[in-house]
């Protein structure tokens, strides 16, 4: 049955258009806008409309209209291109910033590895920056494309590590070999801390179409946080245009 939230947990809510909402610190989160990311596509010859933008900013705009959040926590990669700051991805974070501004919150973005050349128009808005993680309450965010070393957990002991960087997505096979994914969030146990869970959230960018989580080895995975971790126990919810989907843990998906 697909639904139109996902309570996780009482104080997770889980939405179909790849946000959450976390009543406790009343903050809507999400994870990997990568804006810009049709100029550096087409570096590589592959030529797309610059379309993903509305999209990402109808999806946020829904989810502070929905929750009036106080805060915004973007766990990584705001922007795309790593070498240089393009004339799209500027003009789009501005807009973006601006809108967010409109909604009188504050933001904070979590670093993550493509977030180069954007310190000095953060400053412009007033952006809270953080580096290499965020901590609130039971909550450590984190992009996931450096480790978290158990000290750090057993500094702040968190009840649940919330990363992005990963772009889950669940693979399935048809029985002529065609192959779709669902962008998925995943969750689980911290490796190696089992006292604290970990909240691997889908690339809001419909355009990063993710890691197949359910055909991949541990060697596989970006992020070393997840190259250690027992994947096969994990737990995805599957985003769909229509509502969510609780699946069986990674393990039983890997038939498909």
Do not use: C, W
Request: charged share 25%; net charge neutral; no cysteine.
């Amino acid at each position: 049955m697909l639904l139109k939230q996902y309570n996780l947990t009482p104080d997770i809510i889980l939405l179909p258009n790849r946000t959450l909402f976390i009543r406790s610190i009343k903050a809507v989160v999400a994870a990997d806008l990568h804006i810009g990311i049709e100029y550096a596509m087409a570096l590589k010859g592959v030529y797309i409309p610059a379309i993903q933008f509305q999209e990402i900013l109808a999806n946020i705009k829904e989810a502070l209209e929905k929750f009036s959040p106080e805060k915004l926590i973007i766990v990584g990669d705001f922007k795309h291109e790593f070498a240089q700051k393009t004339l799209q991805e500027h003009k789009e974070t501005i807009r973006l910033l601006e809108i967010i501004k409109s909604f009188d919150l504050h933001f904070i973005l979590v670093r993550g590895n493509h977030d180069n050349f954007i310190r000095g128009v953060l400053e412009r808005f007033n952006v809270d920056f953080r580096e290499p993680y965020y901590v609130e309450k039971n909550y450590l965010f984190i992009h996931g494309h450096k480790d978290l070393p158990i000290k750090d957990l057993e500094k702040y002991n968190p009840r649940f590590v919330i990363m992005g960087h990963e772009h889950p997505a669940v693979m399935f096979r048809d029985d002529i070999g065609g192959k779709d994914k669902i962008p998925s969030f995943l969750f689980g146990s911290f490796p190696g801390y089992e006292r604290t869970k970990l909240l691997v959230l889908p690339a809001l960018s419909p355009l990063a179409t993710g890691v197949e989580v359910n055909a991949s080895l541990p060697s596989d995975f970006l992020s070393p946080i997840l190259q250690k971790a027992n994947i096969d126990e994990f737990i995805p919810i599957g985003v769909l245009s229509s509502g969510l989907l609780e699946m069986p843990k990674i393990r039983k998906l890997r038939e498909f």
